[in-house]
């Protein structure tokens, strides 16, 4: 009951950190990420590339790993609580937030105007390294995760947030 506790309160403490981490990244690609408005396209393809690198880099570890692994090679599952079961899960829980980001961040770019392609700039980079402190989180320990999945999440609810918030008041 007590560890069960020591992990929950360790797992809100990443949580509200990333809460944290979600409106800074909002607040940087707001006020310091200055780019023309007419970058609006250019900023949504780049958006995706620090994420893109960093679902690359999972896909190939767990390729290498299956490859290296006599008893992998042919596909078979990863042993539960196993690194590369680790890794997979990563992998698989990356590729739902990239989604929701796909589905979420071209509408905010678009309605932020002149802030769009801050934002979207610092939501990529924000989400890469966000995604890569999950990784090692989860490797290290599972409560350890809490903050690197919930700073992808709340990165893109701060700024679909402040980009409803923006449009209704304008």
Known sequence: MEAAMGKRRMILLGMAAAVAWGIATVWVGVTQVNLPVFSLLPAL????LPPGVVLLVMIARLAA???FDDGLIDGQAFAPGSAPWVDQRVLTNTVEQLVLALCVWPACG????GDGPGVLVALGVAFALARVAF???YRAAP?????????????TVAALLWAGLRYLVS
């Open 45 to 48: 393809a780049f958006a995706f």
């Open 65 to 67: 790993v299956r490859f």
């Open 110 to 113: 678009y309605l932020l105007l």
């Open 135 to 137: 990784w090692i989180g």
């Open 143 to 155: 409560p350890l995760r809490a903050f690197g999945f919930a700073a992808t999440f709340s990165a």
